[in-house]
């Protein structure tokens, strides 16, 4: 007997669905996507127990006849393509004929269905492929139970019900983000979890994506040929720690593309920390020829073929929504913040429901700036080089606010106060407070010196290699094989950026010279951290793609840590200094660096007034 | 009961000698006071941050039973101060209070027990070697300015004590720059290095005079104790291996530059208003000569100065911290300073000329 034979029709879908059907929740997303196909305009989704008891999804689309039900069940059947030219230009969502053959191979199923010229509907059960007449008004009903009943080793997989569900809930807003016409409704185990109706593509981004964030969000729009790109993307101090609030559509169609994400994360990448995730819905149109859909069975990924072309694009249009100004209607009114370059994010975001200050005009802020120029230079040389240096002088003498009256805070009253005011303390080792015409300031310490440090890297950057310091006595760090292997495949990198580094040992590297910015750095957590972004960015071209990504690493590394006991007079530094730096409004992860408290705002507190 | 009565400096004075340690908010309430206590005719007074403990004694209690107790360092440091010279002040225990007297003024400060009060047991000793307050005051003058300040390399935070033979050395780094001294002492002794803390350090020099008196030195297990006056300071010192320094300071460095300090000193000092805020950097352009040295800003803004100096080598562009040249210029007080040079690479090596004992090492910085 030949040891070679094929496989029984069952077990192929078997294996087939592990692809396909890898939870609840990918079930889930094949049945909407057949109802989408079929045309429905309402399409109402009841779960049981996370889905894994009961997904049952009922649309009121073309329907099938009798002689298709059990065709729909067969592997390699499908109604949506005949030949490799339609596959090459795909325009429904399913066309592999898979899917619902792969579902009823690992659980239970039924389809019922009747099109609109039929008498009546028939319910097909995929166990046996009895066929019955069945009471529907049109369209379709497909019940998937107890899923993975006969592959118990999959069942152990499965996580909790609320996990299961909540995967379901995310696959339910993508599909219903992407077809506004569509009505949705969804319930989980009898109770109503949402009901969208049919509604413009903006109404139903907000009705999914909650009020915050379509009031924050600011428009994307631009087309260029058969090119299109329409959406929304939330400025960076809304951006959000997980990537659940990122949907990127192609051509109607969900996907997780590496060339979208780059795209978009370079959009971002002045006013947001790579590790933190920005948030948007936005679609891209082209023409279908344009991209390869059949990448994976689970169709998330896409292939373009003019790749170079849709990553400039999408780029532009989104920076450009991202850097104009908030218009009315979209969010809060601008607050206005002198031009230093682009203004991107504008403070009236961060404080969006909070105080606003009294507008001051651009001039009058760069003009109270040169007032403190003396006063800057010394003291935040020192608090920036602290680290480096020894200066018994600041640190061991940290008087703080008791009894040491605020510089100037007292004449300044009227206009003479610089922009952020004068530096009263230190709030737990976290925050500065100041005082300034319209109030109270809150600095966060680390956030607004991290802006500085990464803005002062990147230019001088900008103007070549930076300053480096070379250690007298190297520092040596432990590191993994693969960190040895980063490290030595970039050093090159990593001397443009400043540092020098050289292999101690099999698996530890000496570190020999360091950027000046970054002397207050703990150097092999640095370093770490920069062979993490080496792994993560992948390409060789490292530096030149991701340079500012880089920067913000050493930033964040090389700022004040909390904690850190400031003087006075560092503080006023810090303040100078947020003054004239770029964009200072926002720290790299996209947090606001400071905040304003006006007096009214403190006189509410205290019931005066009014 | 009286626990002493004498003119208020006598108290002052001890009490400020201790209370440099006393942390100003500490966890444990106890740590902001003082151990004061009375036995026989001495009044001893003792604080203490755990790594660090200082007691002084001062004379003229009364007789009467021994007794301790700790009140808040800092409240008597400053109603003593308060009071006029010359006042007769008088401490006074009853009960869980102590009273503090003095002319017509009255205080009663709340106390804590002696007995919670935490205490370095003393170890024992391995070697202890005397010199004069006057000599350790200025070796660790010479080095201390180069210690690091919270870097994750924790044995660099302090200071390098070796002894060997008649020798007493004295080391600080920050990893950047280095600095080196020397001292001889009149005993031989047995090779031992240990690492004083950055705070000891800095209380030590605050408390040394500048004079022939002795100074105690004793190395004892994980602690070093150092007597001198009416004062004994013991220290808990830092595990850890320091740096290497011999390998460290550079030898045959071929260009050698004698230069005035002063005249040194306050060229850089110029310079040093337009340097980059972002960097502090120097350039030093030696040339047959002369010397020159540039900086220069974000704003291109620009400053040059130049010393004549008696050197034919090769011309050489080197950049520094003008911090660190500044530090160590500012800490040595010869007339002159010599600098060894070799590449724009490596490191300089800045000498006292006729005095083999100190040393300082820094990195030079590409700008
Ligand atoms: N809700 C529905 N309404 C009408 N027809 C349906 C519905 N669901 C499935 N069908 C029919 O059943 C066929 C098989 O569906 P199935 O999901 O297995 O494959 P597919 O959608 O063609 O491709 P893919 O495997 O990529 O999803 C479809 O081609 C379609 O003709
Ligand atoms: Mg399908």
Redesign the interface.
Known sequence: MPSIHSLPDVLISQIAAGEVVERPASVLKELLENSLDAGATDIQVQLAEGGVRLIRVADDGGGMDREDLPLSLLRHATSKIASLEDLERVVSLGFRGEALASIASVARVSIASRRPEAAHAWKIEARDGTLAPAALAAGTVVEVGDLYYNTPARRKFLKSEATEFGHCDEVFRRIALARPGVRFQLQHNGKLIHRLAAADPERRIGDVMGEDFSAQARRVEASAGSLAIFGFAALPAHARASRDSQYCYVNGRFVRDKLLSHALREAYRDVLHGSHHPAYVLFVELDPAGVDVNVHPAKTEVRFRDARSIHQFVFHAVQRALASPLGAGQGTAAYPVPDHGADVGGAGFIRSDGPKPAPVSPWHRQEQVRLDVEQRVPAYVDFVRAAADSRPDIFEAPELAAGAPAPRATEAGGSGAPFLGYALGQLHGVYVLAQNDAGLVLVDMHAAHERILYEKLKNAADGGEPASQKMLIPALLAVSATEMALALEHGADLQRLGFEVAAAGPLELMVRAVPVLAAGARVPDLIRALLDDFRNFGASDVLSAHRNELLATVACHGAVRAHRVLSLPEMNALLREMEVTERADQCNHGRPTWTQLTMSDLDKLFLRGK | MLLLKVPKNDILAPLQSVSGVVEKRHTLPILSNVLIEKRGETLTFLATDIELQITTHANGSEGGEDVAVTVGARKLQDILRALPDGTEVSLILDDKRMQVRGGKSRFSLQTLPAADYPRMAPAKTDASFTLSQGHFKALLGLVQ?????????YY?NGLLLVVMGRELRAVA??????AFGSTELQQDMPHSEVILPRKTV?ELSRLLADSDEPLEVVLAGNQAVFRFGNIELVTKLIDGKF?DYER?IPKGHDKTITLGRVAFLQALQRAAILT??????VRVVLSAGSLKIISNN?EQEEAQDELEVPYQGDALDI?F?V??LV?VLNNVSSDDIECHLHDS?S?ALITVPGNATFRY???????
């Open positions: 300015y180069s210690m690091a300040q919270q870097d994750i390399r660099l780094t920050d990893g950047h720059r280095l800095i740096p460290v980059s805020e972002k960097h502090r950097g974000a950049g911290n911090g660190y530090d690479n490191s090492v820094v990195m030079p910085m590409r700008i």
